[in-house]
C-alpha cells in the first residue's frame, strides 16, 4: 500500500510562487510515474503534470507549460511541483497521484493511489 502526502499549498497573490511536495512511502517494487492533479470546486479533475519513473520525461498542460516545472527526487521519494507565475484561475485542491508503469500520462481512473490534496488559493 503506497501512501502519498502532499504539502505547500498555501494563498498566494498573482504573480507569486509555490512549490508543492508529495511525500511517498509504501514502496511497490515497481516502477511508478507520478502526477499532480487539480480539483476545481464541482467540475472534474484534471491532470496538470505528470513525470516518468526516472525524471527524464514530463507532460503539462497547456494552461501551465512554461509557469509549472515537475520533478521528482526518488533518492527522498518526493515529488515536487513548483508553480510560478500564478493566476487566480489556478485556484484549485491539488492532488498528488501515482501509476505503476513506465509511461508519462495516465488518467484519473488509471490512477493507484491518490494523497489527500493540498489547497492553493491565488488572489488577484
Known amino acids: 500500500q503506497m501512501i502519498l502526502m502532499e504539502s505547500g499549498g498555501d494563498s498566494v497573490q498573482a504573480g507569486g510562487s509555490l512549490r508543492l511536495s508529495c511525500a511517498a512511502s509504501?514502496?511497490?517494487?515497481?516502477?511508478?510515474?507520478m502526477a499532480w492533479f487539480r480539483q476545481f470546486p464541482g467540475k472534474a479533475r484534471e491532470g496538470v503534470s505528470f513525470i516518468n519513473w526516472n525524471g527524464r520525461s514530463t507532460y503539462y498542460t497547456d494552461s501551465v507549460k512554461g509557469r509549472f516545472t515537475i520533478s521528482r527526487d526518488n533518492a527522498k521519494n518526493t515529488v515536487y511541483l513548483q508553480m510560478n507565475s500564478l493566476k487566480p484561475e489556478d485556484t484549485a485542491m491539488y492532488l498528488c497521484?501515482?501509476?505503476?508503469?513506465?509511461?508519462?500520462?495516465?488518467?484519473?481512473?488509471?490512477?493507484?493511489?491518490w494523497g489527500q490534496g493540498t489547497q492553493v488559493t491565488v488572489s488577484s
Open positions: 497521484a501515482a501509476a505503476w508503469g513506465n509511461q508519462v500520462v495516465f488518467s484519473e481512473d488509471d490512477a493507484n493511489y
Open positions: 509504501g514502496f511497490p517494487g515497481r516502477p511508478y510515474c
